[in-house]
């Protein structure tokens, strides 16, 4: 088949990206200014994002296909590169990992994401997530000469090199039985009876279940995320905590839903009994962490949990349920991070919980944004947290899993305790020693659209149809 311009359509806005991520990391070499190379970055996405409503369309014989689903997804992977970007711009300086490639590796990753969301075919899929993943695991352990962040690298690449093993396998094992690789293929063969005639197809549903669950840190399958998010740069542990994430569900969604959705009784049985695990886990552990950003990794995995209830229900509306959870989760995980940035210091690293106490009466703006982030993360009204929350739960409730919300809200209600006893060290105790918080208009520019967000969400959630219209 002879390419076309018209071809090429679909795939633009990743072109570009590529081109871009490119540039940036040449630029390293002639520009000594990184705050140069980090508007270049955030121009470069800003562009790309606008390019996003003009891109549908398939191409390459059905490998990519750009509709409203990838679409939204892309959405959220753009906005959190453009975030993380304005809460690095300062923060990496004072961590002394000033690279120029960071900003270049944070434009591979999402083009990775991007092609993951957008992959008809299970081979561009997988190539999507080696692009992504390789360049978060370089990420990860940028800071060189922190033995924290090596060790969570190390971590993070051993147990996604596993995972990637998984898909491969679920990848090869599916190939064998339906002979191909492509989505809307192997949904046909499924329509056409093929389920009947080999149920050796549920083993490459499980693989596909473990490969994605490594993705998006569903209990059992969880043990890199507390290390790599610790040690992580915190700029870098917000954009590994929603983008990769989010990726992995759009992926979770778009295997399970097109390719096998025939199957939703045998892979929501799968998923219900790691939803609940990672609910209980997520939750139960986060009780007892007093670093931050260790807690807020266990707070991910819970998320994760809740989130996996919309895929579950095996309906639209569980899907764009799911969808929303995702985009509100961006806003207010970013933003209590970014938060965490500001409180870095040349003396402080603001990720003990101690380093809160009295936060309220020192600098009572940047306190309320935490607790606006804090009771968003919870699920209290009037944030995002509780509209994400409320279409995820009604969409399992109408699929007939009350019961399984019911848990989820218990675990919810769990949460309450950790995230709210920040708060408390913020409003209720006295501070004992000087905070001084690093800021620059990057920063408070970011803060300023998570901490908008999640309340306009919050107050007005007909916001979030402008996402997807």
Excluded: C
């Excluded at 969301?117 to 352990?141: H, K």
């Amino acid at each position: 088949m002879q390419l076309e311009l018209s071809h090429i359509g679909p795939i633009i806005p990743e072109i570009l990206l590529t081109i871009s991520a490119l540039i940036v990391l040449i630029a390293d070499l002639f520009i000594k200014r990184k705050e140069t190379i980090a508007l270049m970055s955030i121009l470069t996405l800003t562009g790309v994002l606008l390019m996003l409503r003009g891109s549908s369309g398939t191409t390459f014989g059905g490998m990519f296909v750009s509709d409203g689903y990838s679409i939204f997804f892309k959405l959220i992977f753009l906005l959190n590169a453009i975030l993380t970007v304005l809460i690095s711009v300062r923060y990496i300086t004072i961590e002394n990992v000033n690279l120029g490639e960071y900003y270049s590796l944070i434009l591979f990753s999402t083009l990775g994401m991007m092609i993951m969301a957008s992959a008809g075919d299970l081979i561009t899929l997988y190539l999507g997530l080696e692009l992504m993943a390789l360049s978060t695991y370089v990420l990860a352990g940028i800071i060189r000469h922190d033995l924290r962040s090596n060790e969570g690298a190390i971590k993070y690449f051993l147990l996604g090199g596993f995972s990637s093993a998984f898909l491969l396998y679920g990848i090869s094992m599916t190939y064998g039985l339906t002979g191909t690789t492509e989505i809307r293929g192997i949904a046909i063969y499924l329509s056409e009876g093929g389920f009947s005639e080999s149920r050796i197809l549920l083993l490459g549903i499980v693989l596909f279940a473990v490969a994605f669950s490594f993705k998006i840190a569903l209990v059992p399958f969880h043990m890199w995320a507390p290390d790599a998010y610790e040690g992580a740069p915190t700029s870098i542990t917000a954009f590994m905590s929603v983008g990769p994430k989010a990726a992995g569900f759009a992926v979770l969604g778009r295997v399970f839903f097109d390719a096998f959705g025939g199957m939703h009784l045998e892979w929501s049985s799968i998923l219900i009994p790691l939803s609940i695990l990672t609910m209980a886990v997520g939750n139960i552990v986060a009780l007892t962490q007093t670093n931050i950003k260790r807690m807020l990794a266990y707070s991910s995995i819970a998320h994760a949990g809740y989130a996996v209830l919309g895929v579950i229900a095996g309906t639209d509306e569980g899907l764009r349920g799911m969808m929303n959870y995702m985009l509100i989760y961006a806003f207010m995980n970013i933003g209590a991070f970014a938060t965490v940035i500001m409180l870095r210091s040349e003396g402080l690293r603001g990720e003990d919980i101690t380093d809160y106490e009295g936060l309220a009466k020192t600098h009572p703006l940047l306190s309320a944004l935490m607790l606006i982030f804090m009771f968003s993360l919870t699920g209290i009204p009037p944030t995002a947290g509780f509209i994400g929350k409320f279409y995820v739960f009604m969409s399992a409730i109408d699929a007939g899993y009350t019961w399984l919300v019911v848990i989820a809200v218990i675990f919810s209600v769990v949460s309450a305790y950790f995230y709210l006893r920040i708060v408390m060290y913020m409003y209720m105790r006295e501070p004992k020693r000087e905070v001084r918080i690093s800021t620059s208009p990057a920063l408070s520019i970011a803060l300023t659209v998570t901490g908008l967000a999640t309340l306009l969400i919050g107050v007005f959630p007909s916001v979030l149809f402008w996402f997807v219209s």
